[in-house]
């Protein structure tokens, strides 16, 4: 097939997600047509069958703000008529499903051109849910050709928000091969010199990440015990964090590390993975972690406890609640064998539930049916 993807360049889950999934149909001999403003983060190398279209932005004084949704569903079409797309792949919904639709409809005298949606869940939780926005994200879903969503929770989400239930879940997947328990002496050495336990907490430091609570846990845990935290990523939040981090007395055991390209690297000079968020539609960082035999302390919230079994391949706390997030983790530094555990069934899980061989075959199969073949 010739696949047409959209995805936000920057450092987030569905990113991610968009950019592996069209290295992983390129592997099994699909063309893929990355269709973006910038090269994605995880597109490290672009060959025949990997191909980037850079969205070019028009510079009009009249506009105040330049119109990308009109300049994304041009490229589109032309894409699509230059290469003979078969269908067209976005993920997140506003505004890549509009874009995708007027590109579609743009075309529709002479070339089908089928539109496929993700939801990653911002866009249906936060985005979707505004109701200003409600109208257009619930057009984007009737009008989409076929749509996904990523977790069992995240297509409830989208039923209550806008009564549309047309949706398969296609959860988010890992690489076993990629992503496998290694010792990085050396990274590990140079994160915790004194050879303290490592905790690790990846995301793009917005609010509902709550990054400032990886700190509050790591405060209380040093009561009890050494550690470090290790914190991968950048965004809002991050000067919060650091300073909070200098009020609590704990800054010399907290490193920042900022944006990482090769974030299994600190996954596996970890020991355990921090995850408070007040709300992930799926938690990518956690079954990362997971298939590297890192367990994970997470929260209670949306498709989480789809992920990690508590108790089993981590603990999963309510929202806020830092004082049982700090026990979980002392539980887990002080205890080896419980760490290493609850690691392989971690491993086992990810591997035998979200592994690429298992998940992108049923992208492919979704294709197939909305193609009608």
């Given at each position: 097939?010739?696949?047409?993807?959209?995805?936000?360049?920057?450092?987030?889950?569905?990113?991610?997600?968009?950019?592996?999934?069209?290295?992983e149909l390129a592997a099994r001999g699909h063309t893929v047509h990355f269709i973006s403003s910038a090269l994605p983060t995880r597109l490290t190398e672009l060959n025949e069958r990997v191909r980037f279209h850079e969205v070019e932005m028009m510079s009009y004084p009249l506009f105040e703000h330049q119109p990308y949704t009109l300049a994304l569903a041009t490229k589109m079409s032309t894409v699509a008529e230059s290469e003979k797309l078969d269908l067209l792949h976005v993920h997140y919904a506003i505004p890549h499903s509009i874009s995708a639709i007027l590109a579609r409809e743009s075309i529709k005298a002479h070339q089908r051109l089928p539109v496929i949606t993700t939801l990653h869940g911002t866009d249906i939780t936060l985005v979707g849910a505004d109701r200003s926005y409600l109208p257009i994200t619930r057009y984007a879903l009737e009008q989409s050709d076929?749509?996904?969503?990523?977790?069992?929770?995240?297509?409830?989400?989208?039923?209550?928000h806008f009564q549309f239930d047309r949706i398969e879940v296609i959860p988010n997947f890992v690489c076993p091969d990629e992503y496998k328990p290694k010792i990085d002496c050396d990274l590990r050495n140079a994160l915790s010199p004194d050879g303290a336990?490592?905790?690790?907490?990846?995301?793009?430091?917005?609010?509902?990440?709550?990054?400032?609570?990886?700190?509050?846990?790591?405060?209380r845990v040093l009561k009890k015990t050494k550690a470090r935290l290790v914190m991968v990523g950048d965004g809002s939040e991050r000067t919060n964090a650091i300073h909070r981090a200098r009020c609590l007395g704990v800054a010399d055991n907290c490193v920042f590390v900022g944006k990482q390209p090769r974030i299994v690297d600190?996954?596996?000079?970890?020991?355990?993975?921090?995850l408070p968020s007040e709300q992930e539609s799926f938690g990518l960082a956690a079954l990362e972690a997971m298939a590297v035999q890192v367990p994970v302390i997470a929260t209670r919230v949306g498709g989480l406890p789809e992920v990690v079994?508590?108790?089993?391949?981590?603990?999963?706390?309510?929202?806020?609640?830092?004082?049982?997030?700090?026990?979980?983790?002392?539980r887990l530094l002080s205890d080896k064998d419980l760490r290493r555990q609850m690691g392989r069934h971690a491993r086992a899980s990810a591997t035998s539930r979200y592994s690429t061989d298992l998940i992108i075959p049923r992208y492919i199969e979704f294709y197939k049916t909305v193609l009608g073949h």
């Open positions: 097939m010739n696949i047409g993807i959209t995805v936000y360049p920057t450092y987030g889950g569905s990113g991610i997600v968009g950019s592996e999934l069209g290295k076929g749509v996904t969503a990523i977790s069992n929770y995240l297509k409830q989400a989208t039923i209550e336990p490592v905790m690790v907490h990846v995301s793009n430091f917005r609010p509902v990440k709550r990054p400032v609570d990886c700190v509050e846990i790591l405060a600190y996954l596996c000079a970890s020991d355990i993975l921090l079994d508590d108790g089993e391949t981590g603990f999963l706390s309510p929202v806020g609640d830092v004082d049982q997030m700090a026990d979980n983790a002392l």
